[in-house]
């Protein structure tokens, strides 16, 4: 969920996340005998981890008081090993970075991708997967390059940075919905030609909503000189996604990365993928440009991002 919002916008959300996330440090949710190692990782409330997430299946949904879905069930297993627990907080894609920024929450999870402007004002984690970039396209039709995309009716979610994509496209005309199935629901009545969502989105509307007659096609990503020649175009290629923190969690990014990164090497990773329909080869591969983007701005110079291809 590559989603860019107005200042406007991300602040007025900010209304969005409960009163009581507004209290920060108050102890009175805090678990009992929490140890003084998961004390110091320096959450709101020692031993709680508040989470900012949009319902936004498979990767987050809220069933009671757990986070569910991919993102849900990767910073559970994180969770649990650091001795927190997870308390959700609903809201949408603007409030949960609004929320981060003002550290009304320790986290927000849920395919938020990684950009040098966002992570001036918060921590990434090391990145849990990447995102292929996944189109939704009535069966029958098929659309390869960028090229193809020409002039035709493209949608997806407002704020997603496939926004600046699609209007980029020479004669495409822009459809943006509160959601994704506002482009779903267009793209099965003929009104848009492709919806851009994310992979895992797509497979699963296939599964539940057979009357859409859609599939899913990965778009060939441009090439470097394209990019260059329109830098709104980088959004058509595979993103990294992050956890995204407060940035004086310094703590607790570190502590969350370092179990992402145990996931890999331990085939967890792969194996939640799996579990909602993902190819790990696809989503836990990095494209050649994730070290580089990251390296000198948020990471040391010679980091290198989680892959199971070197596992």
């Known amino acids: 969920m590559i989603r860019v919002r107005s200042l406007v916008a991300a602040l007025s959300a900010v209304l969005l996340i409960p009163t009581a996330a507004a209290c920060g440090s108050g102890d009175d949710d805090a678990p009992k005998n929490v140890s003084a190692k998961t004390a110091a990782l ?3 409330t020692p031993g709680v981890i508040k989470v900012a997430v949009q319902p936004y299946a498979p990767y987050t949904s809220v069933q009671g008081d757990r986070i569910v879905g991919l ?9 649990k090993k650091l001795g927190l627990e997870v308390k959700p907080q ?11 920024q003002s550290r009304r929450v320790d986290i927000t999870i849920g395919g938020v991708a990684w950009s040098a402007d966002r992570q001036k004002q918060g921590l ?4 849990p997967y990447y995102s292929p970039p996944a189109m939704a396209v009535r069966s029958g039709k098929t659309y390869k390059t960028v090229e193809d995309l020409e002039g035709l009716d493209l949608g997806t979610v407002e704020g997603y940075v496939w926004v600046k994509s699609i209007q980029a496209v020479p004669g495409a005309k822009l459809h943006a919905y509160p959601d994704a199935n506002g482009v779903l629901d267009d793209l099965g009545a003929g009104r848009v030609d492709v919806g851009f969502l994310d992979p895992l989105i797509i497979i699963a509307a296939q599964k539940e909503r057979p009357e859409l007659k859609i599939e899913t096609q990965y778009l060939t990503p441009p090439t470097a000189a394209q990019v260059e020649a329109k830098p709104a175009y980088a959004y058509f290629q595979p993103y990294q996604t992050g956890f995204y923190l407060p940035k004086q969690a310094t703590k607790l990014e570190q502590a969350i990365s370092a179990q992402i990164d145990a996931m890999y090497a331990n085939g967890e990773m792969a194996k939640l993928v799996k579990k909602y329909g993902g190819d790990p080869e696809q989503f836990l591969t990095p494209a050649a440009d994730v070290a580089t983007a990251r390296r000198g701005v948020d990471r040391p110079r010679d980091w290198t991002p989680p892959s199971v291809a070197t596992q």
């Open 124 to 127: 990434f984690t090391d990145p």
């Open 42 to 44: 320096g959450t709101l």
């Open 90 to 100: 609903v809201t949408d894609f603007a409030g949960m970075l609004a929320g981060v």
């Open 71 to 79: 993102d849900g069930d990767i910073l559970n297993y994180a969770a």
